[in-house]
């Protein structure tokens, strides 16, 4: 049985119309928009590490994701990327952080942003690596 999704920390709303698109000003610096989907795919990847991944070291969490939000993205979001809501069997699991990260920003992420991710908040939590 795997544990329930809570999504808790800095993020109070995401704005839905960030879907896919890349948000830059004329001299490319990232827009508010783009930095809150990056915000909510970076709390998002931490909450997978620690829901999921417990006791486990950033790396060792970072690669787990990284590799299963690969296969979730070459695989079954190709079927669930048109869909305006989460389907119900993705309740509860890791796929379903990797279907709102993608809903929002449909883009490859490394292993080495995930790890970061992961590492920056738990910095800003206090916590240890």
Do not use: C
């Not at 950033?58 to 979001?77: I, K, M, N």
């Not at 590492?119 to 206090?126: R, T, Y």
């Amino acid at each position: 049985m795997t544990a329930p999704i809570r999504l808790e920390g800095p993020i109070e709303w995401i704005d839905a119309e960030l879907v896919g698109q890349e948000r830059v000003d004329g001299r490319g610096r990232t827009l508010p928009d783009e930095r809150s989907a990056i915000v909510f795919r970076n709390w998002s990847f931490y909450e997978g590490a620690t829901v999921f991944f417990p006791g486990k070291a950033s790396a060792s969490a970072a690669r787990e994701l990284s590799r299963r939000f690969q296969r979730y993205r070459d695989g079954a979001w190709r079927r669930h990327r048109a869909a305006e809501h989460m389907p119900a069997k993705l309740d509860g699991r890791l796929e379903a952080l990797f279907w709102h990260i993608l809903k929002i920003r449909d883009a490859a992420v490394s292993e080495r942003t995930i790890r970061r991710a992961i590492d920056q908040s738990k910095k800003m939590l206090g916590q240890h690596r």
